[in-house]
């Protein structure tokens, strides 16, 4: 999927659009909503001023009518939608204010979550998917499940239903992890899994298989730390022992000791005191390990 | 337990073939009903969202031919509990065709307001799901209105609270919406002037949802079957169903810590903190326990019980726990009848439930769906009392 941005101007993060901002005469929204809702004008003059209409969008009827009109219009230039699309969101930061204005804006974005616009139609999922909106989840798991009707990249996907705990995405995570499109998908799919107490035994597999990146290792360690705090002691603690693995995971399991181990038992572990003391000493240990090895034993040596 | 029509776990499509074909046929419609129970085999394995749309679905199919008595709380439910406003706008719909308005409705439909008017929606009621992309279509609150519309002067205890509406002081609502309140609030004042409600001459029907809502009968299982139901406490102390709820009366209510609805889980636990401050003050907790029991034990590891317990006042010692199944999960939920159902091991969708046990451990009353009230618990329980002197 092209996700690409095609040099345009973004509303919501492009220097073009806060050079517009800040060149922008201050003018009155009704000045502005004249310029933003005028096709005649450049690009940049109406994304400036829609910049200029965020406190006033549910100010009157009409203003609001026309920003939805300009999201939902496929031929009014895509920057101008995406500087509609800003405004609105601005605007529901005013909470009350914007209740009014709440049923039609959301009935507005569903219907461009399918945009043929890629940034437009990310922007809105997300948007939706804060909401826990039903029709977003459902085309985000559609698209999970056949990627060729994907609106958004699978690791966005999941990134979007990991929103609502709620979003029967387990079992497609499940399947992204078992057969990555990519390892930001994957990512994406063990962090929705996190919430999942079924995927522990996927977390131990992976905390413990060397092969896995580092990133996806301490993903997994933090995984268990929520979901099965006593498993991931004992692991921590076999890492720690282990003479072949990294100091950066040995400084991962050393932390989740130190911090969030069942304190009698580390105290008393003389093996595992014994090691993390040989750490310290040892000139080949990177320093973020020795540092952590001594906090270890600050709090656990008797 | 199985469908009217003996599926499991049908897809959406099959679902609404399933509705449909219920609700054509006058002799097997008294089965959609059915369909409202969340321990119904047909959510399992959907989740939230599915679980909503399919629910609304069958409530919106009840309303065409006139909601029965046996699905009306199902309805008022929603409309004191719901925070999805979708199921809130289907139940205000599915209200109005039931066969008798209640001045005990009002306040019901005045709640869901409060609870849905800050995340409310548009819909088309007439299509499955009901997402509208379109500024057409119908919103929770609008179909709230109505409904107060359709109680007329039963609606009247309620007027101040419609005036406040109308008069928009916070602007919270629409100008449109405060107009139509000013309109529904002189179109119930026109109903209870006509039909003499100052006289007290009309709207003599329930004035609570007593007529409504029972403590039902619980069930007479057989308790010594779930004796051996291992819990795991707050403070990671192991006991099993025999030893914590033989011996003395207790009340026992269900809740997960990842409920995302605050007037379900997190106010029942909230609720049984001032439950266990009623016993404090009588001396009774010592006399009857009381438990907060996770539906997701899996997430909800001891710590996690604690500080949700903890941060909703909940009295945890020796008499008063929190607690998981660690063993026998599926044994509990079919001993109590568990209004829930899961993906996986995650909830998608419960009721607000409450369990008044005896000595023995067996149920003697159960108050579902609506708010319970302390009070009534507690003078249940502490019926059992005096029965066992």
């Not at chain 1, 005028?38 to 940049?44: E, P």
């Not at chain 1, 387990?170 to 992204?176: C, G, K, L, N, S």
């Not at chain 2, 046996?70 to 004191?80: G, I, K, R």
């Not at chain 2, 279509?137 to 609606?155: I, K, M, P, Q, S």
Request: hydrophobic letters at 45%.
């Amino acid at each position: 999927m092209n996700t690409k941005r095609r040099g345009r101007t973004s509303a919501k993060t492009s220097k073009g659009t806060r050079k517009a901002r800040a060149g922008a005469p201050a003018r009155s929204y009704k000045a502005n909503w004249t310029v933003a809702a005028n096709a005649g004008r450049s690009v940049k003059n109406r994304v400036a001023a829609l910049a200029g209409l965020t406190r006033a969008v549910c100010d009157d009827n009409e203003t609001f009518q026309g920003m939805l009109s300009i999201l939902r219009d496929k031929s009014t230039p895509i920057a101008v939608r995406l500087a509609a699309l800003s405004s609105l969101q601005a605007a529901t930061f005013s909470v009350i204010k914007f209740n009014a204005c709440r049923p039609a804006y959301l009935a507005a974005l569903r219907s461009v979550a399918s945009d043929p616009d890629p940034e437009l139609r990310q922007r809105v999922l997300g948007v939706l998917s804060r909401e826990h909106d039903g029709y977003a989840q459902k085309l985000l798991l559609e698209g999970l499940q056949k990627p060729e009707k994907a609106l958004v990249p699978p690791e966005k996907a999941l990134q979007l239903l990991s929103y609502d705990i709620h979003a029967e995405a387990y079992p497609v995570a499940r399947e992204i992890v078992r057969k990555p499109p990519n390892a930001a998908a994957k990512r994406e799919a063990l962090r929705l899994l996190a919430a999942d107490a079924a995927s522990a035994p996927v977390f131990e597999k992976i905390l413990r298989d060397k092969s896995e990146s580092a990133e996806i290792r301490q993903l997994s360690a933090s995984a268990l730390l929520s979901l099965a705090p006593a498993k991931l002691q004992a692991h921590a603690r076999a890492m720690v022992l282990d003479k072949s693995e990294s100091d950066e995971l040995k400084s991962t399991s050393l932390t989740a000791l130190t911090h969030f181990g069942e304190e009698k038992a580390v105290a008393q572990d003389n093996a595992l005191q014994k090691t993390v003391g040989l750490l310290i000493g040892k000139a080949a240990a990177s320093a973020i390990l020795k540092r952590v090895a001594k906090s270890f034993l600050a709090k656990y040596r008797r | 337990m199985t469908t009217p029509s003996g599926h499991r776990a049908l897809s959406e499509p099959q679902f609404c073939g399933l509705v449909d074909e219920l609700n054509a046929d006058p002799a097997r419609r008294g089965a959609l009903a059915d369909l409202l129970r969340e321990d119904n085999p047909i959510y399992d394995q959907h989740g939230g969202a599915v679980t909503v749309r399919m629910r609304g679905w069958v409530l919106l199919a009840l309303s065409r031919a006139g909601l029965p008595n046996s699905a009306l709380l199902f309805a008022l439910e929603e409309l004191d509990n719901g925070r999805d406003a979708y199921l809130v706008a289907v139940a205000a719909r599915a209200l109005r065709s039931y066969a008798q308005p209640s001045r005990a409705f009002a306040p019901l439909l005045m709640r869901a307001i409060s609870n849905i008017h800050f995340h409310d929606d548009l819909f088309c009621l007439e299509c499955y799901g009901g997402y509208s992309e379109s500024a057409a279509g119908t919103t929770a609150v609008r179909e709230v209105f109505a409904a107060l519309l359709w109680l007329g002067a039963h609606a009247h205890a309620v007027l101040p609270e419609i005036d406040a509406i109308s008069a928009n002081k916070t602007e919270e609502f629409s100008d449109a919406l405060a107009g139509e309140a000013g309109r529904l609030a002189e179109a119930i004042r026109r109903a209870a002037a006509t039909q003499g409600h100052a006289q007290g001459h009309c709207c003599a029907g329930p004035a609570d949802l007593g007529s409504f809502r029972a403590w039902a009968p619980g069930s007479t299982g057989n308790a010594e079957s779930i004796d051996s139901i291992l819990f795991e406490d707050q403070d990671r102390n192991r006991v099993d169903f025999g030893q914590f709820f033989r011996g003395q009366p207790s009340v026992v209510t269900f809740f997960y810590t990842r409920c995302n609805n605050p007037r379900k889980c997190s106010l029942t636990v909230a609720k049984l903190a001032r439950l266990q401050q009623l016993l404090s003050e009588r001396d009774l907790a010592d006399r009857i326990r009381t438990a907060a029991i996770t539906y997701d034990p899996a997430f909800d590891l001891p710590d996690r019980l604690r500080g949700y317990g903890q941060s909703r006042g909940l009295r945890m010692d020796a008499g008063h726990k929190m607690l998981r199944a660690i063993d026998g999960m599926s044994t509990l939920c079919a001993h109590f009848q568990l209004g829930v159902n899961f993906v996986e091991s995650l909830v998608n969708r419960h009721r607000v439930e409450v369990y008044v046990l005896n000595a023995a451990g067996h149920i003697v009353a159960s108050f579902e769906r609506l708010q319970w009230d302390e009070r009534e618990v507690l003078a249940q329980a502490v019926a059992l009392l005096r029965d066992t002197r």
